[in-house]
């Protein structure tokens, strides 16, 4: 069965810094998302993508984040410079269609530590 | 503004029962509501997906139930077993044509089941 993949699963990083995460979606679908969980909390809308741009970005999506399909299969998510409040689980979702009731599926996730 | 709330928080049962997990939100307008479950350190997964018109979706031992008035949903699990130790995550869709698949998540409740 198709999935979602991420790499890394676990990323440490120095305050400043700046981290790419990976995603690489599954391969028919056109809509990629971005969602961040915080230890302990709700999982968090961060951004939606399709047809090469941004469709929604929260309140979190400031202009420290940024989205891009670098070629046909992979879907990164980019950090300039890494706050220690940017420590969390960082899943990226795809889905075949971009209605509310399409699916969307989850990949197993980035740990990301800020130190 | 939009929000999921779960209860309980966290539930312990033993291998074989049943249990129920409660989810009220005030997402509006409401398009869908997802029940995933999230085992540990991995992406979430959809378990149901029920639109406004659905009162109950099944899939095998899982029952979902949905109420649009009174703005709740439950998730009913049978004959419970090891395997179904994890989070369940109740996650709702409003019905913006701006929104493009973006979700809103609620805590979640942790359940661990016992030999």
New interface residues.
């Given amino acids: 069965e198709p999935e979602?993949t991420q790499t890394p699963s676990h990323q440490v990083t120095q305050m400043g810094q700046e981290v790419i995460l990976r995603c690489v979606p599954i391969s028919n679908h056109l809509?990629f998302?971005w969602?961040r969980q915080i230890l302990g909390?709700?999982?968090?809308?961060l951004v939606?993508f399709?047809n090469n741009e941004i469709?929604?970005k929260?309140e979190i999506f400031d202009d420290q984040f940024s989205v891009e399909r670098p070629d046909g299969s992979n879907f990164t998510l980019k950090i300039r410079s890494t706050k220690l409040e940017d420590s969390a689980m960082y899943?990226c979702?795809s889905?075949d269609g971009?209605?509310?009731?399409?699916?969307?599926?989850?990949?197993?996730?980035t740990r990301l530590t800020v130190l | 503004k939009n929000q999921?709330e779960q209860s309980p928080q966290s539930l312990i049962i033993l291998e074989g029962k049943n249990c129920t997990l409660q989810c009220n939100y005030t997402v509006s307008p409401f398009?869908?509501l997802?029940w995933y479950k999230q085992d540990t350190?991995?992406?979430?997964?959809?378990l149901t997906?029920m639109?406004f018109s659905e009162n109950t979706k099944s899939n095998g031992r899982y029952t979902a139930t949905l109420d649009a008035d009174t703005k709740q949903s439950s998730l009913h699990i049978t004959a419970s077993q090891l395997s179904d130790s994890a989070s369940y995550?109740c996650v709702v869709?409003?019905?913006w044509s701006?929104?493009?698949?973006?979700?809103?998540?609620?805590?979640?409740t942790q359940l661990t089941v016992w030999p």
């Fill in positions: 979602v809509y998302y969602y909390q709700k999982v968090e809308f939606s399709y469709s929604e929260s899943f979702a889905s971009g209605s509310s009731t399409d699916t969307q599926y989850f990949g197993p996730g | 999921v398009s869908n997802r350190g991995r992406g979430p997964v959809s997906i639109t995550i869709s409003a019905d701006s929104t493009l698949g973006r979700l809103y998540f609620g805590r979640g």
